[in-house]
C-alpha cells in the first residue's frame, strides 16, 4: 500500500507565506508526475500545480508567480511554495501522485487547511 502524508497549512495573514509537503510512504519503484490540488468550501476541486518525474512544472493561472511546485525524489516528497498569499487561497490543498509499486497507484493524500485571514 502507498500513502500521500500532507503537512505545513495553518492560519496565515494575507500577504504571507506558507511551505506545504507531502511525502509518499510504502513500496515505491517511482513517481512519475505529482500534483497540488485545492478545494474551497462549496467549490468544485481544482488543480493548482502539477511537477513531472523530470521535473518540469506548470501552474493554474491563479497561482502563477505566486506559488512554486518542487519535488525530492530522494524523499518521495513534493512541496508547495506559497507566497503573497490572499484570502481566496483558502482552502484544504490536497497532494496527488502516480506511483509505481508492485502495482500502478493514483494516490491522494487527506488534504491539510489552508486558511488565509486577518
Not at 25 to 41: E, V
Not at 93 to 99: L, S
Not at 100 to 108: H, I
Amino acid at each position: 500500500q502507498v500513502q500521500l502524508v500532507e503537512s505545513g497549512g495553518g492560519l496565515v495573514q494575507p500577504g504571507g507565506s506558507l511551505r506545504l509537503s507531502c511525502a509518499a510512504s510504502g513500496i515505491i519503484f517511482t513517481i512519475n508526475g505529482m500534483d497540488w490540488y485545492r478545494q474551497a468550501p462549496g467549490k468544485e476541486r481544482e488543480l493548482v500545480a502539477t511537477i513531472a518525474k523530470g521535473g518540469t512544472t506548470n501552474y493554474a493561472d491563479f497561482v502563477r508567480g505566486r506559488f512554486t511546485i518542487s519535488r525530492d525524489d530522494a524523499k518521495n516528497t513534493v512541496y508547495l511554495q506559497m507566497n503573497s498569499l490572499k484570502p481566496e487561497d483558502t482552502a484544504v490543498y490536497y497532494c496527488y501522485a502516480d506511483v509505481m509499486s508492485y502495482r500502478y497507484f493514483q494516490v491522494w493524500g487527506q488534504g491539510t487547511l489552508v486558511t488565509v485571514s486577518s
